[in-house]
């Protein structure tokens, strides 16, 4: 079993890589054969192939994974998605799922920091959903490794959706809609809170991008007038002097690790006393050392996870893909443009002592960032992913 895990990674990504090369030389084939392939557009092809040796080239996503435990359904998934939008999946019934994944946001909320449970503030930026059904790791932490896990973790989370999973389950058994679509689902009686989790799941499993409408994704499967010529110079930078292959790589634009970028505290937490008791909680809740309680200076990151001091300002990288509808950026939201993620990155990240390594000045003049964000738009669909809240069912009095 361990050997079949190990190797299944590498074939896909193998696999993912190859067709990726493919899918850009046929179209720079393509292109010479009608005598039309100039230098700016072979670049992209052979930087991709040059630096597919170390780092799995982008592509267009593959189908989604779906957990043995959990299979799709259109019933499971119309479920999910109504008690996604459903307040009624949170403390006080003011916080449902979209309460901090609005479809008209990109699936995030739209602000630096995400809005908390009423009465108190969180202290990380909301991700957007999208994509995520291809995360091994999930939040900026990864301390969930599936869909189905990060549910709870929201919905229950105390400055999240504090919801306590026996009164939410109770409310659930008080309408007779949902009883009899967990029935129909599941095959139990009574709504149980866990099912509700793994229809949630399926249903965010149905966010993800359409390749179709991706310029970027059209381009890797043979539409050469896909992408702009500034576009492809981007890519050519991406891949080179950029150096950004090297953590945003493969079918979704990121290698699912952790990296220190230097990225500079954001100044609500010196300002805003609720931001600062959110701030100690989360380090008294994670086993923080009882100076680093009274400083809660600094967002520690993975360090949370593993204790380790080398680990300290990690964060996992975030998919490039539908970056024009998730601003603003970074784990505390203080990039709010495309353009200013570019010069934090050409200026060589922040300071820190865990910076990593790969972090470095890039000299990039201003065509070349202008180049850079070109490519970088051509990630995310023509339109942003807008799904309708549904109507939700009422609550009937048991008899």
């Known amino acids: 079993m361990k050997t079949k895990l190990m190797i299944a990674p590498f ?22 054969q009608q005598g039309k392939t100039s230098k700016s557009a072979r670049a992209p092809a052979q930087t991709a192939l040059a630096g597919a040796v170390k780092f799995p080239p982008l592509g267009p996503l593959p189908p989604v994974p779906v957990p043995v435990d959990n299979p799709m359904s259109p019933e499971k998934i119309e479920l999910g998605k109504k008690l996604f ?32 449970y009423p009465g108190t503030q969180h202290w990380r930026n909301s991700q957007t959903i999208l994509n995520s059904a291809f995360y091994n790791k999930l939040f900026w932490e990864g301390n969930v490794t599936s869909l189905e896990a990060q549910a709870p973790a929201a919905a229950e989370g105390n400055v999240a959706g ?63 007038s896909a992408l702009s010529a500034s576009a492809l110079r981007g890519l050519e930078l991406f891949n080179g002097k950029a150096g950004c292959i090297q953590c945003h790589n493969g079918q979704l634009a990121s ?13 609500v937490f010196k300002t805003d006393p609720l931001y600062q008791i959110t701030h100690r909680w989360e380090h008294y809740q994670k086993g923080i050392t009882q100076a680093g309680y009274k400083s809660a200076n600094l967002d520690m990151g993975l360090y949370y ?3 380790n001091p080398k680990d ?55 065509q070349e960032k202008k180049d850079l964000v070109e490519f970088l738009s051509s990630l995310s669909m023509d339109t942003p992913l807008i799904v309708p809240a549904p109507a939700l069912p009422e609550y009937k009095i048991m008899k």
């Open 11 to 32: 074939v896909f990504l193998l696999g993912a890589g190859l067709v990726g090369l493919v899918a850009v030389l046929q179209a720079d084939i393509a292109g010479a």
């Open 85 to 116: 939008f459903d307040p009624r999946l949170g403390g006080d019934a003011s916080s449902p799922c979209s309460a901090c994944h609005l479809p008209d946001q990109g699936w995030g909320d739209g602000g630096e920091i995400s809005r908390g």
């Open 162 to 224: 504090n919801g306590d999973p026996s009164l939410m389950e109770m409310r659930l058994r008080f309408i007779p809609e949902y009883v009899a679509e967990f029935k129909k689902v599941f095959g139990a009686d009574w709504p149980r809170i866990t099912h509700a989790y793994q229809a949630i799941a399926a249903f965010e499993r149905t966010i993800v991008s359409d390749p179709k409408k991706v310029p970027f994704d059209r381009f890797m499967m043979g539409d050469k």
């Open 255 to 267: 290698d699912q690790r952790f990296h220190a970028l230097g990225v500079p505290e954001n100044e």
């Open 305 to 307: 996870q593993t204790k």
């Open 312 to 366: 300290i300002g990690k964060f996992r990288t975030p998919s490039l893909r539908e970056l024009k509808y998730t601003a603003p950026y970074m784990h505390n939201g203080i990039l709010y443009t495309l353009e200013e993620v570019v010069d934090f990155y050409d200026a060589g990240g922040g300071p820190g002592p865990t910076k990593s390594p790969l972090i470095k000045p890039l000299g990039l003049n201003d």
